[in-house]
């Protein structure tokens, strides 16, 4: 039972250029999470999905866009990279309400 | 708005020390509320989960309580460890799909 994992665990980009986050749940969870962390600003809400098939839009979700490909998976793509994206992201899942299980997550950083 | 803050920002304990992490928050409406721990570099471990129904829940040496009516939880680690030294995170879920993070409390145990 892996939990949730998430891939890359580290990523260097330029301003610019596009990548995708991947994560994965065996938990038969039906919502997951995208959350980004920084220093002084705590874990914010990028996106997250109720169940396989819908997203919407956490607190920050300007720069990024998801898909939710199934009930196992969750992906985070960024577009455009700006250094303002540079941060630490964490995906997590859930059974509808309950303990959220966080993934090691992925360090970006955007140059 | 809900608001999450947790005092101290920091606390060093020597090893044996009982010690309270405090958590408050602004809105007494919530669903539940989670503790978590963060190593360095790492995600977050689901620690304890109380229901806004709940008054507190144990899990070994961890005891967290919650108080609706004065927006507070602690939570309670007796005969502190070197090893408990992290990061504490208490996140309070206020509807369905919104759960906000408090910034941490800082535990050294020192030996």
């Known amino acids: 039972n892996a939990g949730v994992t998430q891939t890359p665990k580290f990523q260097v980009l330029k301003t610019g250029q596009s990548m995708t986050l991947q994560c994965a749940q065996d938990?038969?969870?039906?919502?997951m999470y995208w959350y980004r962390q920084d220093p002084g600003m705590g874990l914010r809400l990028i996106y997250y999905?109720?169940?396989?098939?819908?997203?919407d839009k956490g607190e920050v979700p300007n720069g990024y866009n998801v898909s939710r490909l199934n009930k196992r998976e969750f992906s985070l793509r960024l577009e455009s990279a700006a250094p303002s994206q540079t941060s630490v992201y964490f995906c997590a899942s859930e059974m509808d309400g309950y303990e959220q299980y966080f993934g090691p997550g992925t360090r970006l950083t955007v140059t | 708005k809900q608001e999450v803050t947790q005092i101290p920002a920091a606390l060093s304990v020597p090893e044996g020390e009982n010690l309270v992490l405090n958590c408050s928050f602004t809105?007494?409406?919530?669903?539940?509320l989670q503790w978590f721990r963060q190593d360095p570099g790492k995600g977050l471990t689901s620690l304890l989960l109380?229901?806004?129904?709940?008054r507190e829940q144990t899990s070994g040496r961890l005891n967290a309580s919650l108080d609706k009516s004065s927006g507070r939880s602690t939570l309670y680690i007796a005969a502190s460890q070197p090893g408990d030294s992290a990061t504490y995170l208490c996140a309070v879920r206020t509807s369905y799909d919104k759960v906000i993070f408090g910034p941490g409390t800082s535990l050294s145990v020192i030996p």
């Open positions: 999905s109720a169940s396989e098939g819908t997203t």
């Open positions: 938990m038969n969870h039906n919502s």
């Open positions: 809105d007494s409406a919530i669903y539940n």
């Open positions: 109380i229901q806004s129904s709940q």
